[in-house]
């Protein structure tokens, strides 16, 4: 089960982070990862990291954006810098991994809004 955060409305050039929690029988994550979906668009990977710290992003974000995962490990951030009004969407955590049956599993979150505008 995954909770997560942090949404809301910005300014052009303004800042905001999301986290994202996951919850329940983990053994291990692979990746965490962020995906958005702007009005009348398909949703679009924003970011992701996988469990040896190597992360990735889209083109659209790259410098201004930064993925990272918290000292519990099973939570991750998105650092959201410098924001555009492109930038306006849902965004979506992902995080694939292990249960402690050891079998796999791919869980979403619910989404929170992000809205940027003067």
């Known amino acids: 089960q995954l909770q997560a955060s942090g949404g809301g409305l910005v300014q052009p050039g303004g800042s905001l982070r999301l986290s994202c929690a996951a919850s329940?029988?983990?053994?291990?994550?692979?990746?965490m990862a962020w995906y958005r979906q702007g009005p009348g668009k398909q949703r679009e990977l924003v970011a992701f990291i996988i469990s040896g710290g190597s992360t990735n992003y889209g083109d659209s974000v790259k410098g201004r954006f930064t993925i990272s995962r918290g000292n519990a490990k099973n939570t991750v951030y998105l650092q959201m810098n410098s924001l555009k009004p492109e930038d306006t969407a849902v965004y979506y955590c992902?995080?694939?991994?292990?249960?402690?049956?050891?079998?796999?599993?791919?869980?979403w979150g619910q989404g929170t809004q992000v809205t940027v505008s003067s």
């Open positions: 329940g029988s983990i053994f291990g994550i692979n990746t």
């Open positions: 992902n995080i694939a991994g292990t249960t402690t049956s050891f079998t796999g599993f791919s869980s």
